[in-house]
């Protein structure tokens, strides 16, 4: 497999695969058209047979390299007995967990069957996926979950899972000590189930600095990966800590895995030099495919290429795809990259 093997570098140098985080989802009249016959946005999450057939729906449409189980990073506390639900045009909401025995009250009612259409999804999908195309499973690290978890509803500088870490450690602990269980466990669980490569999304990882960085990311993560490299130790790992800029650098150093993900943020003359040789993913600015102009996409892409000339690369792009971007730009893009090959 295309994907695998480079991040394996089982072939030869200078190969590009391609996929897209979010390459599934509202963007898609054909997802659009499943999503409205369901209630809620977990509905579909837990549908196996809905979620193999959306996760299927961009190989279909672009031949991308690799699939990405239709499935969100939230499915760990909504297992963990923490409410979440999504709300339309508002995102998603979740049961506010700032102390010890609100966590303590939460986790009675842990119930990871609710995990299992996930793994039979996967299962599902790498059945009916090329042998050649690559399945991608992934988790949420441990930072981004505890910031959901603790806020209940996102904001711009979460002050309120900071000042929780800050204002009550033994909490917090134990709070990173249970996700990097569950996280590790769900891991374990999606590679058993057929999934090819993983990926950690530390969403909120840029909200972070010096000591907390290496606490709650850093830290974390190793651990995670440790777990899952225990019992599957050649599976090929991909993490993503966007926005971390220059602390790329020690996390690149610190941190086994293969590839990085890197946000459109990241200049990749930069972190070439401080990759720690561990694969680059990433880069274009998800709102460049709003532009109508293919000859600014395509400026764009060259870019990119240009600046990873004689590397090993996974293109993808700096964040998820947003909703509004037209079919068009994102068949042209793919068509373009694939023209390069």
Known sequence: MNIINTLLKNEDKFNHPIWLMRQAGRYLPEYREIRKSLNGFLDLCYNSDLACEVTLQPIRRFDMDAAIIFSDILVIPDSMGIEVKFVENEGPLLGCIKDEEQLKKALQNKNTNKLLPVYDAIRKTRSSLNKEKALIGFSGGVWTLAAYIVEGKISKDLNIVKSTYYNNRRFFEILVESLIENISTHLIKQIEAGADIIQIFDSWAGLLVGEDYNNLI????????????RIYPDIPIICFPRGSAMQYEKYCAEVDCNAIGVDQY??????RKHNNGKIIQGNLDPLILLSKSTDLIKNRIDGIFEAMKGEDFIFNLGHGVVPKTPVESVDFMIKYIKGMK
């Open 218 to 229: 850093i830290k974390p993560t190793i651990e995670i990966i440790k777990n899952v490299r």
């Open 266 to 271: 990241m200049n990749l003359n930069w972190i």
